[in-house]
């Protein structure tokens, strides 16, 4: 129980930071001796209360983006229904063998993201245009982005928040620490979504217990996490993102 807690904690406050906690959390209780999937489902439940925290951490940065999200949550409630959809009736193995490809593209988006969002904006500036407004190609994309990443969420939750922030970085022309808010907010969406899923549809596959543990500690955590990770330098957070990811891919093909 101390240590199912002390990875909630972590992941609740990594979740807040970067994203992807569940690398912390799931592997943690596969080694417990949880099946891959009653982890996978009582996990979901119990971080949904520290994407609570860390939302409400970041919902300063959350302001003047309203007009995005309004096209970006339905896209990942859908993407989620989807994803838990999937989880309920597809093998594990399916999206499991193509999480450390898709992880490995998201830390390249986020190392490159600046460079990319300095070429859009000299680019926008010769067209004679705003480098602020985003196109509505651009949007598109944005919105297709982030339903996939919601379907993969639904499905497996661990580092959806880097990928967000990969494709958000390269689409968009919004600070890391804005960026970061948007994903705490999209995420929770996703998890609350394959949450309610699980609990409705395979309850008996949950462990409530897990889930409080995670719950109360990943709560905390987010806090925390969001308290601190708002004071960081956009160079610090993107290191960071980087780090986390670079070690989840690890255990992720070490677990393979």
Same mark, same amino acid.
């Given at each position: 129980m101390i240590l199912i807690a002390l990875a909630g904690f972590a992941a609740g406050a990594i979740n807040a930071l970067v994203g992807s906690g569940t690398l912390v959390t799931f592997p943690t209780l596969v080694a417990l001796g949880y099946p891959p999937v009653t982890a996978t489902m009582s996990?979901? /439940?119990?971080? =949904?209360? $520290?994407?609570?925290?860390? %939302? *409400?951490?970041?919902?300063?940065?959350?302001?003047?983006?309203?007009?995005?999200?309004?096209?970006?949550?339905?896209?990942?409630?859908?993407?989620?229904?989807?994803?838990?959809?999937?989880?309920?009736?597809?093998?594990?193995?399916?999206?499991?063998?193509?999480?450390?490809?898709?992880?490995?593209?998201?830390? /390249?988006?986020? =190392?490159? $993201?600046?460079?990319?969002? %300095? *070429?859009?904006?000299?680019?926008?500036?010769?067209q004679g245009r705003s480098a602020e407004h985003t196109t509505a190609a651009r949007m598109a994309v944005l919105v297709l982005g982030t339903f996939a990443v919601g379907v993969y969420g639904g499905y497996f939750t661990a580092a959806q928040g880097i990928l967000l922030v990969g494709v958000m970085g390269v689409l968009l022309p919004e600070s890391v620490q804005r960026m970061n808010a948007a994903k705490n907010l999209l995420t929770l969406v996703v998890n609350f979504v394959a949450a309610l899923a699980y609990s409705i549809v395979a309850e008996g596959r949950i462990s409530w217990l897990v889930a409080a543990l995670i719950g109360a500690s990943s709560l905390v955590g987010g806090i925390i996490g969001a308290r601190y990770g708002r004071r960081l330098s956009p160079k610090a957070l993107r290191g960071t993102i980087v780090v986390v990811g670079l070690i989840g891919l690890y255990r992720l093909l070490a677990v393979a």
């Open positions: 996990n979901a /439940v119990g971080l =949904v209360a $520290g994407s609570v925290s860390g %939302t *409400w951490g970041y919902r300063a940065e959350l302001s003047g983006q309203w007009d995005r999200l309004r096209w970006q949550i339905p896209a990942s409630l859908a993407g989620a229904v989807v994803g838990a959809f999937l989880l309920l009736h597809l093998p594990e193995k399916v999206f499991a063998d193509i999480v450390p490809v898709l992880l490995i593209l998201a830390l /390249v988006l986020v =190392v490159v $993201g600046p460079r990319i969002q %300095t *070429w859009t904006a000299k680019r926008a500036e010769a």
